[in-house]
């Protein structure tokens, strides 16, 4: 227990215990009995002080908490050594600090005695405590104010309810009273510090445009900012999660490592976010926090503001709502005068009350020309005489009256117009009507853009559906084939034959799977504009016959398609400039679509020559044919022709790319189709086609090579691509070393020699372009092949810029990278 203090002066303690010992004297005369009575009560007071169910404490004149019971002490969490330190002003909210002391100031001077209220007070873990008080004033011997009692009740949780009812209801009047968005959020702020610590509290609004929060209002005493994106926040992931969320220090910092979020300021001890949500779309966040108490909230005040959110949210929305409204209002005279619309307002008689700059424009009329003047007999041609004279008796019922109609110009000139009629109404009734006037034509044009583009916005995110739906089908469907079958073939009882069958079905899903990574590669950066072309004098003859080859396969599963190739110069070699490798994929993915579409009679390719010596190519098919509202949209991103009786794969996006390749050619593309009888793909690529005598030369592409006393360095991290690799060269009998950073390349290029270096640029510690630039400082004749998975609009310059020779891009085909390396090999001997 705590012994009380005293601040008096020695004279005055000599004149109280003078006191105190006549006070004694008279006491000897008292009877045993009466002495032991007075001593127990004294007891019995110390007694009921000390276990009172309620806080007690004694304060002095300087307000130091001089004596306190144990319920005060559980109350508060102070320690003895803590207490003795404090004052009463330390316990209170620093805006009743004044009050407190100026309350205390009159009762240590006898103005006031005792008086009740209900107080808050802060904790030592900073929560709030709700005393209901009872203060009184202790006198010395004297009579006079020396110590102040005060005893106090636990009412949290009741103060908590009715503070929770009232900030409710204050919110909801903070609408109509609040002048702006601002005041409405110090309001709110003001009355969550009743219900739950909100020192550092803040509402962030979301503007999903821009992906960023503003916080208008914030009381924090560490940070200062108005505007911060959502990407890498606590109230970025409240919003991105649609849910509150309550952090420790431990995993806000967890969040901080693992990238999910980026702290500029201090570290919050505890986070707590609530998100604001109106017509299911976050428009804010409420939150807070506290810098030095871990356990500043818990979860009931998780729930509280849960609760208050939806109030909140419809009141921020409420009052974003009448602010606009003010602003429409203060702008109205601006906007009605200078409006691109010609706008007459008109009493309910049809006399003009006022028109704007536009009405002058539009019909010739001034305005000290028009206003008093009917309207019907102002501008209505005689023919639109009456229909007029019925628009305002429309109107002037109550109703919106909207038509199109003719109306005749100052000079005497008619004008098609659209016409919109609105009564101004009021409570006492209607009392004018407002009339815009729009150039029928471009209304029309107006409307038909915007139903336009709502159609094919619906009709977009039905197709980006359908294709997120299918793409997963589409890429399980050979990732299924792949690990079947891998699984399959390292089966101990299956026969060789077999295992081949099954390696051949893992190839061919394997390369169904690399096409579809392709294809939506293609798209992306055929989209975002960062494909190059790689034009050039390409022989379009040889291409087509290796497309046949190629097919030939396709042909096979469908014995009832005739594969034909048209070729109008024959045995001659046709040449134009353009990229082969784009050139080729065109072709391929309309043969494609025809093989797909086509289940009898044949499909013919080639090309033509137009009257402007121009090639138009085509391939034409006996296909399904594709409907007449279909032949431009088929085309689009993620449309396919769908038949209810047949499941036909793909992921829409072929044709895209087509039709984005053959644009960025130079070229048209479009299509003629016939339901249930065919369809033929034209398109055209710029230039005229060159003759050359055809060649009977005929390249292999699968040769052995012997490279024996070769010494290969392969630098690749990954081990999965170094087996490839490996298993590409292992019949050549080269010595192939392997380094997996690239640092490692360069030391090894500077101790060793080596015949030719193959170069993954993605590795850690040294990229391979950098351990490119490096080697090249030293060694600038060995052949280095750059090698990569990656595929980037600059990276292929960057390499040939660092100093290699090759760009290969993975997956490789073995003998596609034997007949590069063959190709430095032979130019070394």
């Known amino acids: 227990m705590s012994i009380i203090k005293s601040n008096k002066s020695k004279s005055d303690l000599k004149k109280e215990v003078s006191l105190l010992r006549k006070e004694i004297a008279k006491l000897k005369n ?44 559980d109350l508060f969490g102070y320690n003895n050594n803590e207490l003795v330190e404090m004052t009463y002003l330390d316990f209170i909210p620093e805006e009743t600090k004044t009050k407190a002391s100026q309350l205390f100031e009159a009762m240590f001077s006898s103005k006031i005695s005792k008086y009740q209220t209900e107080q808050v007070y802060y904790k030592k873990d900073k929560s709030l405590l709700w005393l209901k008080l009872t203060v009184s004033v202790i006198n010395n011997l004297k009579g006079e104010p020396e110590y102040i009692l005060g005893m106090g009740e636990d009412i949290t949780k009741l103060k908590k309810q009715e503070n929770i009812r009232k900030v409710v209801y204050n919110i909801s009047n903070a609408v109509n009273d609040s002048q702006s968005l601002y005041n409405l959020i110090n309001t709110i702020k003001s009355n969550l510090k009743l219900i739950i610590d909100a020192e550092h509290f803040f509402i962030a609004l979301y503007n999903e445009i821009s992906d960023n929060f503003s916080v208008p209002y914030i009381i924090d005493k560490k940070e200062s900012f108005k505007t911060f994106p959502a990407e890498k926040t606590l109230v970025g992931l409240v919003q991105k999660n649609r849910k509150s969320l309550l952090f420790d220090y431990k995993k806000i910092l967890e969040l901080q490592s693992a990238e999910e979020i980026f702290i500029a300021g201090n570290v919050s001890k505890q986070w707590l976010g609530v998100p604001l949500i109106n017509d299911e779309k976050v428009i804010g966040v409420i939150g807070v926090h506290s810098y030095d108490n871990e356990n500043a909230f818990d979860d009931n005040d998780f729930i509280l503001l849960e609760v208050l959110s939806n109030q909140i949210s419809a009141s921020i929305q409420k009052t974003k709502s009448e602010e606009a409204f003010k602003i429409e209002r203060a702008y109205f005279k601006e906007l009605f005068d200078n409006s691109p619309e010609a706008i007459a307002i008109v009493d309910n008689s049809s006399i003009i009350i006022n028109i704007n700059n536009e009405f002058t424009k539009l019909f010739g009329y001034t305005k000290d020309e028009a206003v008093n003047s009917t309207i019907e007999d102002l501008i209505s041609t005689p023919e639109s005489k009456d229909e007029a004279q019925n628009i305002t008796i429309e109107v002037s019922k109550g109703k919106v009256v909207k038509t199109y109609t003719k109306r005749k110009k100052k000079d005497g000139s008619i004008v098609d117009v659209s016409l919109w009629g609105t009564p101004v109404m009021l409570d006492k009734g209607q009392l004018a009507v407002y009339a815009i006037f729009r150039d029928i034509s471009e209304r029309i044009e107006y409307e038909n853009r915007l139903e336009k583009a709502k159609i094919k916005a619906e009709e977009s995110d039905k197709l980006k559906t359908a294709f997120l739906t299918n793409m997963s089908h589409e890429i399980r469907t050979p990732m299924n084939a792949i690990i079947g079958f891998s699984e399959l073939i390292s089966d101990p009882g299956t026969d060789k034959e077999t295992q081949k069958e099954f390696t051949e079905q893992i190839y061919n899903s394997s390369n169904m799977l690399l096409q579809l990574i392709e294809d939506i590669i293609d798209v992306s950066q055929l989209d975002s504009g960062n494909i190059k072309l790689n034009k050039k004098s390409v022989n379009i003859s040889s291409l087509l016959t290796d497309l046949h080859s190629k097919y030939e396969k396709e042909k096979e599963k469908k014995k009832n398609i005739e594969l034909l190739l048209h070729n109008p110069f024959g045995d001659s070699m046709a040449y134009i400039e353009c990229d082969a490798y784009r050139f080729f994929q065109i072709f391929s993915n309309l043969l494609n679509n025809a093989f797909k579409y086509t289940n009898s009679g044949f499909i013919e390719y080639g090309f033509d020559i ?94 052995h090579y012997n490279w024996i006393g070769k010494r290969f360095l392969v630098a690749e991290d990954d081990d999965i691509n170094f087996a490839v690799v490996k298993a590409s060269l292992t019949n050549t009998h080269a010595n192939i070393q392997r380094v997996m950073t690239g640092e490692h390349a360069v030391q090894k290029c500077l101790n060793e020699n080596f015949d030719i270096i193959l170069m993954d640029l993605k590795m850690p510690v040294l990229s391979g372009i950098e351990a490119t630039k490096q080697i090249r400082k030293f060694n600038s004749k060995i052949p280095i092949l750059a090698q990569t998975a990656f595929i980037h609009n600059n990276e292929k310059d960057l390499c040939l810029m660092a100093g290699c020779n090759e760009y290969i891009t993975k997956p490789t085909k073995a003998y596609v990278l034997l007949d590069i390396i063959n190709k430095y090999i032979s130019n070394a001997k």
């Open 30 to 73: 008292i009877n045993t009995e009466n002495t032991k009575s007075i001593i127990d009560n004294a007891n019995l007071g110390n007694s009921i002080f000390e276990d009172a169910g309620i806080g007690m404490a004694i304060i002095d004149n300087s307000l130091k908490v001089v004596k306190y019971n144990r319920a005060f002490y």
């Open 610 to 703: 137009n009257q402007k010596d121009e090639p138009v190519f085509y391939v034409r098919d006996t296909g399904i044919g594709i409907p007449e509202d279909k032949s431009e949209s088929i085309f689009d991103h993620f449309t396919k022709i769908e038949d209810k009786k047949i499941l036909y794969r793909g992921t829409g996006i072929g044709l895209t790319i087509t039709k984005k390749l053959v644009n960025l050619l130079g070229g048209k593309i479009w299509v003629e189709s016939n339901l249930d009888i065919g369809s033929i793909f034209y398109f055209t690529l710029p230039g005229k086609v060159i003759l050359q005598e055809a060649s009977n030369s005929k390249s292999a592409k699968h040769t």
